[in-house]
C-alpha cells in the first residue's frame, strides 16, 4: 500500500517526532549524563527526569498509534503541536534568562520549534481543505 501525498505531509513530522523523542525519553531516564552535562544529586532530580521519561513515552505512543490509525491524526498532531512549542518557547525562554547552553539543546529547541510551526500549518492550512484519508 502507498501513501498518498496527503498522508505523507500529515503524518511525517508524527515519525520524525517519535524517532527523536522515544530515545531521547529513555536517555532522560536512565542516562540523562550520555550527552548533556547534568549532575544528579537528589532521588528528586531523579524522579524528575523519569517522570520527563513517561511523558515523553506517553505523548510518542499517541503520535505512533496515529500513524497506523486515521482516526487519530487530529488528535497526534495537536499534541504533537503543543509539545514541540511548548518544549521550543520554554527553551527560547531559558536561552534569554538562562543563558546558552550546549548545541545539543540549541539544536533541539530548533527542531521543535520547527515541528511546532509544521503542525501550526498542518492545523491552519492543510486540515482545513479536506479530511485524511
Known amino acids: 500500500m502507498f501513501l498518498e501525498k496527503e498522508q505523507i505531509f500529515s503524518k511525517i513530522h508524527l515519525l520524525i517526532s517519535v524517532v527523536i523523542v522515544a530515545p531521547a525519553a529513555i536517555i532522560y531516564g536512565f542516562s ?43 488528535v497526534a498532531q495537536s499534541s504533537n503541536m503543543v509539545f514541540m512549542l511548548g518544549l521550543g518557547l520554554g527553551r527560547v525562554l531559558s536561552f534569554i534568562l538562562d543563558g546558552v547552553p550546549s548545541y545539543a539543546l540549541i539544536y533541539g529547541a530548533i527542531g521543535e520549534l520547527l515541528l511546532g510551526f509544521y503542525g501550526i500549518w498542518l492545523l491552519f492550512s492543510y486540515n482545513t481543505k479536506k479530511p485524511i484519508p
Do not use: M, R, V
Open 32 to 74: 540523562p549524563d550520555l550527552f548533556l552535562d547534568l549532575q544528579i544529586n537528589t532521588i528528586d532530580e531523579i524522579n524528575i527526569l523519569k517522570a520527563i521519561t513517561g511523558l515523553y513515552l506517553a505523548f510518542s505512543s499517541i503520535w505512533l498509534l496515529a500513524l497506523f490509525k486515521n482516526s487519530l491524526i487530529q
